[in-house]
T-cell receptor, first 112, second 114 residues
Framework: GDSVTQMEGPVTLSEEAFLTINCTYT??????LFWYVQYPGEGLQLLLK?????DKGSNKGFEATYRKETTSFHLEKGSVQVSDSAVYFC???????????FGKGTKLTVNP | DTAVSQTPKYLVTQMGNDKSIKCEQN?????MYWYKQDSKKFLKIMFS???????INETVPNRFSPKSPDKAHLNLHINSLELGDSAVYFC?????????????FGPGTRLLVL
């Protein structure tokens, strides 16, 4: 079945450091890929998405590129802020499926 | 102007009780979902409805019963609550059933069973 594997957390960085959170996937169909963010005590918000190979999703300084050859969708940000502290979820959804399949989440803490 | 709302936000109850969680979306979406997030933050879909029709029913105990009175509402009723039901339950909605479409999540209902 479809699955998403994210790097284990937690990740702790200093402000202005570079962030990478790895995400790889296995899918039977051709998936759309998503990154969601969950701030403490809140629900999930869509951060960015990509729907086909080589697409780059971007939002709030975060970027991720859909790499079909490596089945990856790694999340990057050049300079993190304290306000980026949250749990980040990689997810996929294949065409014709209503299900979002999530990775286990990566907790990011950014210290001043 | 909340897009997806859930009530209650917190729910503390005793084992064996029956409880309901309500969800409403004002986005005009056709599809709604229930997800369960366990203590390790792992998220898994439970149910999905499209225009009041059940389209996803994962391997969830039949103590859990979703009800969709109209396409803007999807409620979750849980009978005979167990300790293992303690989790955060998220409602979500999307415009339709396509794989590209974004799902919009509610703030979550934190259920604690004692």
């Amino acid at each position: 079945g479809d699955s998403v594997t994210q790097m284990e957390g937690p990740v702790t960085l200093s402000e202005e450091a570079f962030l990478t959170i790895n995400c790889t996937y296995t899918a039977t169909g051709y998936p759309s890929l998503f990154w969601y963010v969950q701030y403490p005590g809140e629900g999930l918000q869509l951060l960015l998405k990509a729907t086909k190979a080589d697409d780059k999703g971007s939002n709030k300084g975060f970027e991720a590129t859909y790499r079909k050859e490596t089945t990856s969708f790694h999340l990057e940000k050049g300079s993190v802020q304290v306000s980026d502290s949250a749990v980040y979820f990689c997810a996929l959804r294949t065409r014709g499926s209503e299900k979002l399949v999530f990775g286990k989440g990566t907790k990011l803490t950014v210290n001043p | 102007d909340t897009a997806v709302s859930q009530t209650p936000k917190y729910l503390v109850t005793q084992m064996g009780n029956d409880k309901s969680i309500k969800c409403e979306q004002n986005l005009g979406h056709d599809t709604m979902y229930w997800y369960k997030q366990d203590s390790k933050k792992f998220l898994k879909i439970m149910f999905s409805y499209n225009n009041k029709e059940l389209i996803i029913n994962e391997t969830v105990p039949n103590r859990f019963s979703p009800k969709s009175p109209d396409k803007a509402h999807l409620n979750l009723h849980i009978n005979s609550l167990e300790l293992g039901d303690s989790a955060v339950y998220f409602c979500a909605s999307s415009p339709g059933r396509g794989g590209e479409e974004t799902q919009y999540f509610g703030p979550g209902t934190r259920l604690l069973v004692l």
